[in-house]
């Protein structure tokens, strides 16, 4: 946005919390619900499908719902391309609402089919008026995730592997300097890059690597001229990432961003010597029971849900999605279950060595073995929700765990 749309949203939302969080298009929303008073006055508006998703979900419906508003019928997402020559394809929902009394059945609209409603939800849902608000700390007693450091380094830190070879051909003693490093489209397409990594670096060894010192002194010029002050202050550190992330040992990597025409988000296991950057989120130490209930379609249903969008992709987020999961409680025998079907999974990935995350997950190339492995994690993640496999849809689903989010809520306040 525009300084001059900043202030529309400002001036609109006046004394509304957490306002720089929404799109443009809130505005309109937020403009008709203010002209409809109290009159049978109904809306309906096209627009980009992010109001349905992520923060804005409680940003912009909590206060309206509260002032009366409510929702009458919804198109979920649906792609309205461009006439121009060159297409532009807008991810979109209709949203009908007004504050007027209701003769009617509410319908929920997804792709051709035209679902009858008791409620309709922010997040175009058949369920109660919940709202899924972020958290600093999980919901539930398990592991907490990190994302990666941050280099804001100009480049000068991160090589290729081609860049790496040339590197150390003219200057071979950096080659303690150099980790294995992965953000996340390095880490779904399995292509290697590397970064120079002076955490306790010796500095008489230093000393000796003028192409390192050469790249460090880059680093300090590109983070000096930011107009940011904390780049500012990076500058007197220039050796190092702007923020740190290191892990001694194995942890789980979650891609912060991930194609929506995968089922599942693509995780794994990276061994600690594997630099995150700040496109993956990490859980260390996490067993195969933490891995199993992420890599299910119970977990994926949330995460599609609550989760932000980039263009149309799903962005996963520590403070809205993981930290506000509504994890099961499992039997024990529930939860060995889960831990044997988690590395089933594994195992049938490992049957392809040679194929990266996006080779697997592609819903088309997807190898059998794996397919089958994760409908048989599927089943046992469900079963720990106490979810009747047959008859729960991924909609049912997520009505479900938002009850059970609205429970823990309340239990933890």
Not at 82 to 87: C, V
Not at 134 to 150: D, F, S, T, Y
């Amino acid at each position: 946005m525009a300084s001059e749309q900043k202030e529309d949203v400002e001036k609109i939302f006046e004394g509304w919390k957490s306002i720089g969080n929404l799109d443009y298009v809130s505005c309109w929303y937020k403009k008709a619900a203010d002209y409809m008073g109290n009159y049978n006055i109904r809306a309906a508006l096209v627009s980009t499908n992010s109001i349905t998703q992520g923060e804005s979900v409680s940003i912009l419906w909590k206060p309206l719902f509260e002032s009366g508003v409510h929702i009458d019928f919804a198109y979920r997402t649906f792609i309205w391309d461009s006439e121009a020559s060159i297409k532009a394809h807008v991810h979109c929902v209709i949203v009908g609402f007004s504050r007027a009394v209701n003769n009617k059945q509410k319908i929920i609209y997804s792709g051709e089919n035209a679902i009858p409603a008791n409620n309709i939800n922010g997040y175009l849902l058949d369920a109660e008026n919940i709202f899924i608000e972020k958290r600093m700390k999980p919901l539930c007693n398990v592991p907490e995730i990190a994302l990666g450091g941050q280099a804001i380094d100009g480049g000068f830190l991160i090589l290729t592997e081609e860049e790496k070879e040339e590197f150390l051909e003219k200057e071979p003693q950096a080659s303690p300097f150099f980790r294995h490093y992965m953000m996340g489209k390095d880490f779904i397409d399995r292509k290697p890059r590397y970064c120079i990594w002076l955490v306790g670096a010796d500095p008489g060894l230093l000393k000796k690597c003028p192409m390192i010192l050469e790249r460090v002194n880059k680093v300090r010029e590109f983070r000096l001229s930011s107009t940011r002050a904390n780049t500012k202050k990076a500058a007197e550190n220039p050796t190092l990432f702007a923020s740190i992330l290191e892990h001694k040992n194995q942890y789980i990597a979650i891609p912060k961003v991930s194609s929506q025409n995968r089922r599942y988000i693509p995780m794994d296991y990276l061994d600690g010597e594997i630099i995150p950057g700040d496109k993956l989120f990490t859980m260390p130490n996490a067993s195969f029971y933490e891995f199993g209930v992420l890599m299910s379609n119970v977990h994926m249903a949330w995460t599609r849900t609550v989760c932000g969008r980039l263009k149309s992709d799903y962005q996963y987020s520590g403070a809205t999605v993981y930290n506000t999961f509504p994890w099961p409680s499992p039997t024990d025998a529930q939860k060995a279950k889960i831990e044997q079907t988690a590395q089933a999974i594994l195992d049938a990935r490992a049957l392809y060595p040679d194929c990266s995350l996006a080779d697997l997950y592609d819903e088309i190339a997807m190898p059998p073995e794996l397919r089958k492995a994760h409908q048989d994690n599927d089943r046992a993640v469900m079963r720990a929700y106490g979810f009747d496999v047959k008859t729960t849809t991924e909609t049912r689903c997520v009505a479900e765990l938002m009850k059970m989010y609205q429970t823990l809520t309340e239990q933890v306040k």
